[in-house]
Structures are given as C-alpha cells and as structure tokens.
C-alpha cells in the first residue's frame, strides 16, 4: 500500500517570521488520517525568517535529526553550548528523558531544514551529536539496526537513509520494514505512477520493492520503521 502526500496537502504553520509544512499531526494541525507512521512521529518542513527564533520547547521520548537545506541554523541550549547546522548538514538529538531548546537563525537571510521525529523510549538522557555533511555518509545517516552500518546509532528500530539519484536513474528501492516513508528533498522523480517533487511525500505499507526512475537529479529522504 501507498499513499502519495503532495506537498501542497501537508499542514501548514504560516507566521510572519515562520512557514512550516507538516507531514503528520503537529501544534496547530490535527489530522485523524495523519498520526504517526510506524516509529515516524513526525516530519516537518520549516522556513525560518533572518534574525528569527523558535522559542525552547520540551521534548521526551524523541529521536530526531534535523537537516538544514538553506542557509545556517542554530540549536540553542541553557548550557550556553549553541550548535550551528550549516547547509546541506545534519545533527542528532535524543531526547530521551528531557532536553530542552530552541532554534535561532542569527544570519540576514531566511534559513530552510527539515526535522525528523521518532518514537523511542524515555529511560536514558538526551545525547546531541555534533552536525556532520551529508555528503559524507555513505550508508544510513542513522539505525537502529546492528547489521547497519550508519552514522548514527538510533535508540528506537529504524533507520534513515539519504538517497542522491542523477537525472535518468533508475533505482530499486528495496524495503525491508513494514512501514516506510519517502519525501523528495529536491528534483523530481516518478515512482508508482506518482510524479514527485520537493516536499512530497510516500507513505508505504508492506511494499518489498518499489523502482524510482529520477527526472533530473533528485534527493531523497527515506525512512524505514
């Protein structure tokens, strides 16, 4: 089973200072059809304005990496210990049993990520993993699986994966988790039928396989679990 979420059919959060799109249920967008996805709790995609800041908020429970597409963002701590994510990076955060911040964009020119959200357990103390290229993972950026060779041991079972496909490539995509959820960072592909572009997203539900072909260069994130 798939189903394919348009863009222009996530929730949506529009401030002066901030746009977001959300794939799942999330603040002021509730949606019954839209809860989580396996361990995806959820995906949002946020455009913060130069100079803005999203205030510090509590988090439990929670793994999350944060993928900054635009610009340079800062993950703001009561320790004093800020931690800058520049374009085209990612950073780790378990939350665990707490761990509080908020995001700031300190430069003149709005900043654009991507944060990924997933269910794990409460019973140890958040862990924030220093930004690392994207270029420079060349298998899972994080798994919970111990055959996996990934970037980031995750605490909960799942994994995620950043996909480069050239313009004209075909890709299989095989799939070994129940769930899975495929958004198009940038460029355009068709799978299924489905004519995808930025910010859209696949929900997949016991598919084994399923073949990619990329109209131009094209990234993608996948997660499975």
Known sequence: MIEYRAASDLGETDLAWLQARHHFCFAGYQD???LEWGRTRYINH????????LQPSSH????????????EIYIKRHSGRDMAIGQNRFAYIAAGTGAEFGIAN???KPASFTTIGLSSDADERAVYREPVALSAVRDWLASGEDDD???VRLR???RVKWLELAGGQALDLHLASEFAY???????????????????GLAIRNEACLTIKAETQASLLLIEG
């Open 32 to 34: 019954v059809d839209r």
């Open 46 to 53: 946020d455009r913060l304005a130069a100079g803005a800041e």
């Open 60 to 71: 439990f429970a929670t793994e999350m990496l944060v993928i900054v597409e635009d610009g």
């Open 106 to 108: 300190r430069s003149s």
């Open 149 to 151: 060779v990934a970037h």
């Open 156 to 158: 909960t079972s799942a």
């Open 182 to 200: 495929l958004v198009v960072m940038a460029g355009t592909i068709n799978i299924e039928s489905h004519r995808m572009t930025r910010h859209d």
